[in-house]
């Protein structure tokens, strides 16, 4: 059984930083693309960041040069590196898993989601 | 803004249909697949429809997607009050997942 376990959320101040984390279970991790999705009160869902699973990755404009995504296929374990954080990333953060190596949108699995707030 | 178009709010009565839109350009939805997503509220989304029309195991066949062009379309029949929710688009741009801004289904 498939299972995306999120960790690391909670309350930071505005300008601090926060690294998430996903234990992967059930499924070969290197071989699937990973993302983070957030959802901010009162929006929409956005993608934040990918990761093929070569390691290739991609980033929203709104976190590029302050988020940094990575895996270690090792431990079956993906990451969100949250610098410079502003209210405008307060939002629960969702962790998925792509369909492929290269399939960012065919988001199969989720997990249960880990609150982030920034505020002071 | 979204660069994906849905409509913010649809609404139809239980057993009905209701379709929900999802308009894109040439450089998202005119050159990549397309998937839904369903998320009921507090929980995680989910993934209803993938590769335009096909659908994941377990999601049942009320649910239909379909293609044109720069626009893709989610159908959902016989209505069900577990079916109010949020429903995303979602497609590839080139170099970024991106998601339409949301529909929220009312069954009245």
């Known amino acids: 059984e498939v299972q995306l376990l999120e960790s690391g959320g909670g309350l930071v101040q505005p300008g601090g930083s926060l690294r998430l984390s996903c234990a992967a279970s059930g499924f070969t991790f290197s071989n699937y693309a990973m993302s983070w999705v957030r959802r901010a009160p009162g929006k929409g869902l956005e993608c934040v960041s990918g990761?093929?699973?070569?390691?290739?990755?991609f980033y929203a404009d709104s976190v590029k040069g302050r988020f940094t995504i990575s895996r270690d296929n090792s431990k079956e374990t993906l990451y969100l590196q949250m610098n410079s954080l502003g209210s405008e990333d307060t939002a629960v953060y969702y962790c998925a898993k792509g369909m492929g190596q290269g399939q960012f949108v065919e988001l199969d699995y989720w997990g249960q989601g880990v609150l982030v707030t920034v505020s002071s | 803004q979204s660069v994906l178009t849905q409509p913010p709010s649809v609404s139809a009565a239980p057993g009905q249909k209701v379709t929900i839109s999802c308009s894109g350009s040439s450089s998202n939805i005119g050159s990549n697949y397309v998937s839904w997503f369903q998320q009921l509220p507090g929980t995680a989304p989910r993934l209803l429809i993938y590769?335009?029309?096909k659908r994941p195991s377990g999601i049942p066949d009320r649910f239909s997607g379909s293609k044109s062009g720069t626009s893709a379309t989610l159908g959902i029949t016989g209505l069900q009050p577990g079916d109010e929710a949020d429903y995303y688009c979602?497609?590839?741009?080139?170099?970024?997942?991106?998601f339409g801004g949301g529909t929220t289904l009312t069954v009245l």
């Open positions: 590769e335009n029309n």
């Open positions: 990761i093929f699973g070569s390691g290739r990755t």
């Open positions: 979602g497609t590839w741009d080139g170099s970024r997942m991106l």
